[in-house]
């Protein structure tokens, strides 16, 4: 009988989509073992004149949406860059202690930074930009990492231990190259909306002081009662028997993000039942949602199209505004059915308002 023999190919370790010219097979390698890691540390707080002088020092919070950190909030003097351990330009700054870990950067300039960050300055044979890109897309893995425990921490050690995949050098330039251009991109994208958001601030302020009016609009502005504008109801406390894998999804305070959209990561839910039970908390296409604190943050309802509706849990301004009103208190409202944009509007003089409104209401 003749022997049968099974050959097994070994697998070359290499992405599916690659430049043309590289057929090397990637390598699985320590961070430690590619990279210079080094653990910042803060001089001391306590000598003035280690503070506000002319070089970075980065904390997480300099650590934004932007790829390069150009400027910190915190600088140091000569003699305070001298107390802290020196990072180089180019390096790849990871924060690895805090609520924020996973948030990833690179120094535009030498710099120092607090010990909440690991900078990383790759070796011979590896490119930090490539370091960066791998990093930026393993940041929010890392963090899961980390537990839920008070002070989230990767600690050096571990962070060192961790593997991921190199090609050779040649290859990383390349990538990290097309990346970086694309990042560039980003970044050109990100100043001119800062310029539009300082824009609109402006003309806000221009609008609804009066000093600046739409041709044809000459009547005068006057003073109402926000319930004027619109139905004010309080949300449903909802109890754990509500509670359901799949359903309704429950608004949360933590569910209103800083750019008026709301996030259903973690969503709650609630049975599809409360639609009738509850029908009186159910949101509307245009609805604004609100919670009062030391100011007041106004959210809207996107349409969806698909006939999504929403529970809420909390405070929230239910019904279209005064028709009268519409035109100069909630113009981004005045066409709610067909409006896709999504409002954050920061209304600090309507809450002496609203809490005059539910006083005594039983709520």
């Known amino acids: 009988m003749q022997e049968t023999k099974v050959l097994h190919k070994k697998k070359v370790l290499a992405p599916k989509l690659r430049f043309k ?86 120094a535009a300039d030498e710099c120092l930074t607090n010990q909440q960050i690991n900078a990383l300055n790759a070796m011979n044979e590896f490119d930090n930009n490539f370091i960066y890109a791998i990093l930026e897309r393993n940041g929010k893995k890392i963090k899961l990492l980390a537990g839920t425990q ?12 961790f593997k991921y995949n190199f090609p050779t050098l040649p290859e990383q330039q390349k990538i990290a190259a097309f990346l970086s251009a694309v990042d560039e991109k980003i970044q050109l994208l990100n100043k001119k909306k800062q310029l539009l958001e300082q824009y609109k601030k402006g003309v806000m302020q221009q609008l609804f002081s009066g000093k600046l009016r739409f041709k044809g609009h000459t ?106 009103l519409n035109e100069h208190v909630l113009d981004p409202l005045k066409d709610p059915a067909n409006s896709t944009m999504e409002v954050n509007l920061y209304l600090p003089f309507l809450r002496q308002d609203y809490l005059k409104q539910i006083e005594g209401k039983g709520y």
């Open 21 to 106: 010219g590289f057929e090397d097979a990637w390598i699985k390698s320590r961070l430690g073992d590619i990279a210079t890691i080094t653990t910042g540390n803060t001089p001391s707080t306590t000598v003035t004149e280690y503070y506000n002088g002319p070089k970075l020092f980065v904390s997480p919070a300099d650590i934004n949406e932007n790829r390069y950190v150009y400027k910190t909030k915190t600088t140091l003097t000569d003699l305070g860059f001298k107390q802290g351990r020196k990072i180089t330009k180019g390096s790849v700054l990871f924060v690895c202690i805090g609520s924020t870990i996973g948030k990833v950067g690179q």
């Open 150 to 161: 008070a002070v989230p921490q990767i600690n050096k050690t571990d962070f060192s231990n």
């Open 219 to 324: 009547d005068k502005w006057k003073k109402v009662v926000f319930t004027e504008c619109c139905d004010l109801i309080h949300g449903f406390q909802f109890r754990e028997e509500h509670f359901e894998s799949t359903g309704l999804p429950v608004i949360k305070i933590g569910s209103l993000v800083d750019n008026g959209s709301i996030s259903f990561h973690n969503a709650t839910y609630v049975s599809k039942d409360c639609e009738h039970t509850h029908s009186k908390f159910i949101l509307k296409k245009g609805d604004v949602l609100m919670f009062p604190s030391d100011y007041m943050a106004a959210h809207q309802i996107r349409p969806t199209g698909n006939g999504v509706r929403y529970a809420y849990l909390g405070w929230y301004c239910h019904g279209s505004p005064n028709k009268e």
